[in-house]
């Protein structure tokens, strides 16, 4: 059975930092761009970052560049999202999702490309 396993998510203080994991089973990751999306209430989800299925590319939304970081341990078949200096504004539902295919990494990072994802994990930023 294919599936996706988010965790890590949590209540943080503005300005902390969580890392998001997403678990692959019943297939390798290997062969698979990963994306990070989110949703908040009352929202369309939206790209957070995508990463190419040989970790060479790497696309993040304005929102999040300089804070937070994917990075992909295929040994694991694990994906990560590390998110730093949060802000209350970063409060969503994550979402891991596989198998984004596009012209370019950033033209992947849309909900449209994936097929598989996950259940996702709740990430609060608040004091």
């Known amino acids: 059975q294919v599936q996706l396993v988010e965790s890590g998510g949590g209540l943080v203080q503005p300005g902390g930092s969580l890392r998001l994991s997403c678990a692959a089973s019943?297939?390798?990751?290997?062969?698979?761009?990963i994306g990070w999306f989110r949703q908040a209430p009352g929202k369309e989800r939206e790209g957070v970052s995508c990463?190419?299925?040989?970790?060479?590319?790497?696309y993040y939304a304005d929102s999040v560049k300089g804070r937070f970081t994917i990075s992909r341990d295929n040994a694991k078949n694990t994906v990560f999202l590390q998110m730093n200096s949060l802000k209350p504004e970063d409060t969503a539902v994550y979402y891991c999702?596989?198998?984004?295919?596009?012209?370019?990494?950033?033209?992947?990072?849309?909900?449209?490309?994936?097929?598989?994802w996950g259940q996702g994990t709740q990430v609060t930023v608040s004091s």
């Open positions: 999702a596989a198998g984004g295919a596009g012209p370019t990494v950033q033209a992947m990072c849309v909900m449209r490309s994936f097929g598989s």
């Open positions: 019943g297939f390798t990751l290997d062969y698979y761009a």
């Open positions: 990463i190419s299925s040989s970790g060479g590319s790497i």
